[in-house]
């Protein structure tokens, strides 16, 4: 996917064939299968699944992907799932997109789930800050704003955690990276 345009090859790269328009991210699981984040007519964006490597697409969950052409939330794959922040907060799929499950109840959310170093600890990048959840998605920290100096939070901004050094990194397009210490 490049500016909403998504091409796909079906011989290993040699030639690509346009799949179509407002197409704002997506992930392939092989053979054919991908689920993308598709923008909507009216505004908002869906989740779209293919098993026939782009020639067709159905939608696959009842969740609307958080952001917009701007803001692509991207899925994160963490121990055999694939993640996802949308509008309600985060959904996981462990078949390949066919199913989601909410995992998280958040608004807000823009990026993540980003894991930690412990078992149910993640982290979101939302519209007032990065929140933490050490409970699974049970409960969220109070936003934590952004390093002084970075500025607003907007269109792709990314969010990782370092375990070894118990510290977030930060950073958006032709940005600085940032480190937010976490103290824990």
């Given at each position: ?60 969950a ?36 066919a ?15 980003v ?70």
């Amino acid at each position: 996917e490049q500016g909403g345009l998504m091409i796909a090859s079906d011989d290993g790269g040699a030639t690509f064939r346009e799949v179509g328009k407002g197409f704002i991210g997506g992930w392939v699981f092989g053979s054919g299968t991908a689920v993308v984040s598709r923008e909507l007519a009216g505004g908002g964006a869906e989740l779209q699944r293919t098993v026939d490597g782009g020639r067709t697409f159905a939608r696959c969950a009842d969740f609307s992907v958080a952001g917009s052409m701007s803001f692509r939330p991207l899925p994160k794959w963490y121990d055999g799932k694939l993640y996802w922040a949308t509008r309600e907060g985060v959904i996981a799929s462990a078949d390949e997109g066919a199913t989601w499950e909410r995992v998280a109840s958040i608004e807000g959310a823009l990026y993540g789930p980003v894991f930690g170093a412990r078992e149910g600890r993640f982290f979101l990048l939302t519209e007032r800050g990065v929140v933490e959840t050490r409970d699974g998605g049970a409960t969220f920290s109070e936003p934590v704003a952004p390093p002084e100096g970075f500025g607003s939070v907007e269109g792709l901004t990314w969010l990782e955690f370092a375990p070894g050094r118990d510290a977030l990194y930060l950073m958006k397009m032709a940005g600085e990276l940032y480190r937010m210490e976490l103290g824990d």
